[in-house]
């Protein structure tokens, strides 16, 4: 148990839904990641957050938002969902920003999102 | 942006076989880690290793920053030890990301 927990473990939705994931860090971390995985690819990095402000960006959709709340969680939210929506979107925490010395990144078990 | 290359990509073993994952990226980094991907999805952390060489059982790690690579050792595998590999490195450039490698899908017979 990496300590992060992520919520709906598992979703299917219709395409034009709004879905929001949900992710708590481990106790302690102040950074939260977020990342997408489409079937049998790489994980692609969608947006980063340290301490409540936005940290980092990638390739994140502009149908996709997210937010780090002040009990450090976190949501992501995506609209108007198309079928190559559906994949596995993984949020990780670590304590410090990406480039500090020894700042792990841990990994929830992420939320499985099917688009129909 | 930094570039992250795994080699190889698809690996097959017979169980008890020695193998050496690599990991080349094309900026300097100062945080890397890997990650072996379960077939059932779940990314476990394997090493913190942005420099040095690090042991954990079977596994070992190496990551020589200057010239741009680390490698994962797995010794006597496991058919547990099957699914994908990933290294995931944080570049000094200041893109503030941590960026996944391409992956070593690695099966391991019985």
């Known amino acids: 148990d990496s300590g992060v927990t992520q919520t709906p473990k598992h979703l299917i939705t219709a395409t034009g839904q709004r879905v929001t994931l949900r992710c708590s860090p481990r106790s302690g971390d102040l950074s939260v990641y977020w990342y997408q995985q489409s079937l049998d690819q790489g994980l692609q990095f969608l947006i980063q957050?340290?301490?409540?402000?936005?940290?980092a960006k990638g390739n994140i959709l502009e149908r996709f938002s997210a937010q780090q709340f002040p009990d450090l969680h976190s949501e992501l939210n995506l609209s108007s969902l198309e079928l190559g929506d559906s994949a596995l979107y993984f949020c990780?925490?670590?304590?410090?920003?990406?480039?500090?010395?020894?700042?792990?990144?841990?990994f929830g078990e992420g939320s499985w999102l099917t688009v129909v | 942006g930094i570039q992250v290359e795994q080699s190889p990509p698809d690996l097959i073993l017979q169980e008890g076989a020695n193998s050496t994952l690599r990991c080349n990226f094309s900026?300097?980094?100062?945080?890397l880690q890997w990650f072996h991907q379960n077939p059932w999805g779940q990314l476990i952390n394997l090493f913190y290793i942005p420099s040095g060489t690090k042991q954990n059982g079977r596994l070992s790690a190496t990551t020589v920053a200057t010239e741009r690579y680390s490698l994962l050792y797995i010794s006597s595998s496991q058919t547990t030890d099957s699914g994908v590999y990933f290294c995931a490195v944080y570049s000094t450039s200041g893109t503030y990301k941590y960026i996944f490698g391409t992956g070593t899908r690695l099966k391991v017979l019985a």
């Open positions: 900026d300097s980094v100062n945080n």
């Open positions: 990780a925490s670590s304590a410090r920003t990406g480039g500090s010395s020894g700042n792990t990144i841990y």
């Open positions: 957050y340290y301490n409540g402000e936005e940290r």
